[in-house]
Every structure is written in structure tokens, then in C-alpha cells.
């Protein structure tokens, strides 16, 4: 699946509020979509930070693990990230949801999903 059809698809998980697909990198978003109510390129201009942040984390303290995903939880949302392990780890997924909608198990698989058959 192409990153339009992978956005796409991950609108559709419940709670959705937006979703991108970030170059950790660069920090540099390469799609969107949605994020009416979040500013997505600087929700993935920070979040390139916090995956920094914890991959230079795990090299310091020798962890040879990779990161599943990252979940930040807020008061009225959930934030998860999730490297792309096809890209070596240098893209991750993004998404936003609605902590009063979203069933956090079943996003957390869907992204999964949807993660596994994005090829770029």
C-alpha cells in the first residue's frame, strides 16, 4: 500500500484525529491527513525528537531492542508513533486519537497492520 492509501486507511481507525507518515531524520513530513484540530507538521517536527530522544536512550543504555511504538498518553488523547521497520527506522507513523473514542488496543493493531503493508 502507497502512503496516500496507508493515511487513508488509518483515518479510519476510531477516534482518528489525524495521522502522518514523518522521516525522523530530516523531521520532514512525506503525507498527512486530516489534523483539523493538531498542527501535523509540528506534532511530526516534535515527535522526531521524541523518537531521537529514545533511540539515543536505548543506545546509551545498550538496549539491542527495537521500539514497537511510543504512546503518550494525554488527559483527552493518545498519541502513537510507530517506526517503520522497513525503512530502517528512519520513517515512522504518527497518528493522533480521541482518547473518548478510541479503543487503544485495536489502534495499536490496525497501525500495525497498516504499518506491515505500506511499502515506500
Known amino acids: 500500500m502507497n502512503i496516500e492509501t496507508a493515511l487513508k486507511e488509518a483515518m479510519t481507525i476510531d477516534g482518528a484525529l489525524g495521522v502522518a507518515v ?5 523531521g ?5 491527513s486530516g489534523g483539523n484540530a493538531i498542527d501535523l ?10 523518537v531521537r ?12 531492542d527495537t521500539i514497537e511504538d511510543i504512546l503518550i498518553t494525554l488527559s ?3 498519541h502513537l508513533i510507530r517506526p517503520m521497520r522497513q525503512s530502517n527506522g528512519s520513517l515512522f507513523l504518527y497518528i493522533a486519537l480521541d482518547r ?9 493493531h490496525n497501525l500495525r497492520k497498516i ?3 505500506l511499502e515506500v
Open 22 to 26: 514523518v522521516d525522523y531524520e530530516s
Open 28 to 32: 520532514m513530513t512525506l503525507g498527512a
Open 41 to 50: 507538521e509540528l506534532a511530526a517536527a516534535g515527535n522526531t525528537e521524541v
Open 53 to 64: 530522544a529514545k533511540i539515543r536512550t536505548l543506545a546509551s543504555l545498550e538496549i539491542r
Open 76 to 78: 483527552q488523547q493518545y
Open 100 to 108: 473518548q473514542r478510541a479503543n487503544l488496543a485495536l489502534a495499536r
Open 115 to 117: 504499518e506491515e503493508s
